[in-house]
């Protein structure tokens, strides 16, 4: 499927000619958003585990439980999720998790200063900001398609995904000099000065959301919705091929996530400084493939293009456990090189796997399949992050990065003779 064959299955017109996004007005208001608020989002995800160590004197057991509690509701809520936002205007809820979030995250800074703070308080805010954000993030991808076209899809993922790219690169520097300035608990005031821009930016959208159509005119059990979800993606041959190899891509880039450090400190000799740099820079290339996704689909097809990016980001993980360990500059050229062509490629791959679901699920589904999906990819994680200590413990971090590199790579290969996403 090319992107000008994203077509609207309802017939009707787009809400503004398809100009490209920079002449949609309320795209760019979405848009700006969801962009402030991700900046305010990485301040967070580093203020909480800092203000639970600086403040709390908190040990490992209890960071981890901080991290799980931020996890937790994916596992939890997500399902449930996507039969709200198939319900119900997809707007409001958006609006709704971000008034939520921003005053759920004021109670750190509160009981900061009233002397209340305690790790289980940290994990209790970190657990109601995860429901509200797994919330937003199942509402947020069924909404795009009601505001733009069918063939303005990759153009618009493509700038939401830079957007993201952006914000994960500049967001931790941010946090770091407002924690920094500020104190972490103050600093989170920022995430809700972020959520609280981004619910008054879609409020001001003024292009008309339709409301939800039951096929059947009634309303079943949320059980039987959450199955109905189930069914569509697990019956769809193409969103089946796509889900499994995006788990299986989460499974083993989470190994890669908790062995690289141990890899690049203990064995590269990189310092904490040197890690962030070579992560970071991972961020930039996503934001090429944000760039580039939109001109790849238009000559590739969005299911060469999707493939090419999941090929390209398994790949280049086989230059991490190349890197010698002498800290030379070669070392740091093939750390960077396997980071920026990860980000380029993951990035590429996510645009148009999301474009493919809200192009070809219908309308009233849209949520539970994006929950549905979102569900299954990310519940391998915890998983993910178990086998890489166990692997780096068994057979040390550069061996364990090689043999995850390997796997990577061959299911990488799986996806690419796959006729059936090749062909989408």
């Not at 930016?201 to 005119?217: A, F, K, N, Q, S």
């Amino acid at each position: 499927m090319s992107s000008s064959e994203l077509l609207d299955r309802s017939g009707q017109q787009a809400p503004e000619p398809p100009r490209g996004l920079w002449h949609h007005r309320d795209f760019r208001r979405l848009w700006a958003g969801q962009t402030v608020s991700l900046l305010g989002s990485r301040v967070t995800e580093l203020a909480l585990p800092v203000t639970a160590i600086m403040l709390l004197d908190a040990g490992p057991a209890q960071l981890g439980l901080l991290n799980s509690a931020q996890y937790l509701p994916v596992l939890c809520v997500t399902l449930f999720a996507g039969v709200l936002a198939d319900r119900v205007r997809r707007r409001p809820l958006l609006i709704a998790a971000n008034l939520g979030r921003a005053s759920i995250l004021t109670a750190v800074p509160l009981l900061a200063w009233l002397g209340g703070l305690g790790v289980w308080a940290l994990c209790a805010v970190a657990f109601a900001t995860g429901v509200l954000t797994a919330l937003f993030d199942v509402a947020y991808q069924a909404y795009v398609p009601s505001l733009v076209a069918k063939e303005q899809l990759v153009e618009g993922n493509s700038k939401l995904q830079a957007s993201r790219s952006v914000a994960e690169t500049a967001g931790q520097g941010l946090g770091g000099t407002l924690i920094q300035a500020l104190t972490a608990p103050v600093a989170i005031l920022v995430d809700c000065a972020g959520y609280l821009f981004s619910a008054v930016m879609l409020l001001r959208i003024r292009t008309p959301e339709t409301p939800p159509v039951r096929p059947d005119g009634a309303r079943s059990s949320i059980r039987k919705e959450i199955a109905a979800g189930l069914r569509m993606t697990l019956h769809s041959r193409l969103l089946r091929v796509i889900m499994l190899h995006a788990s299986w891509y989460n499974l083993l880039w989470d190994i890669v996530l908790v062995v690289f450090p141990l890899y690049g400190i203990r064995e590269l000799h990189l310092g904490p400084a040197g890690l962030g740099v070579i992560i970071a820079v991972g961020s930039l290339g996503a934001f090429g493939g944000a760039l580039s996704a939109g001109p790849l689909g238009a000559r590739l097809g969005v299911g060469r293009t999707m493939v090419l990016g999941m090929v390209v980001a398994s790949a280049a993980t086989l230059l991490l456990p190349l890197a010698p360990g002498s800290g030379s500059g070669t070392g740091h050229l093939l750390l960077g090189a396997g980071y920026v062509l990860n980000g380029f490629g993951i990035a590429v791959f996510n645009i148009h796997s999301i474009t493919l679901r809200q192009a070809t699920v219908p309308a009233e589904l849209i949520g539970r399949v994006s929950a549905t999906f979102r569900f299954l990819t990310w519940a391998v994680i915890p998983l993910g992050g178990l086998l890489g200590g166990l692997l780096a413990a068994a057979v040390g971090p550069r061996a364990a990065l090689a043999v995850t590199a390997g796997g990577l790579t061959a299911g990488a290969l799986v996806f690419l003779c796959s006729r059936t996403a090749v062909r989408s």
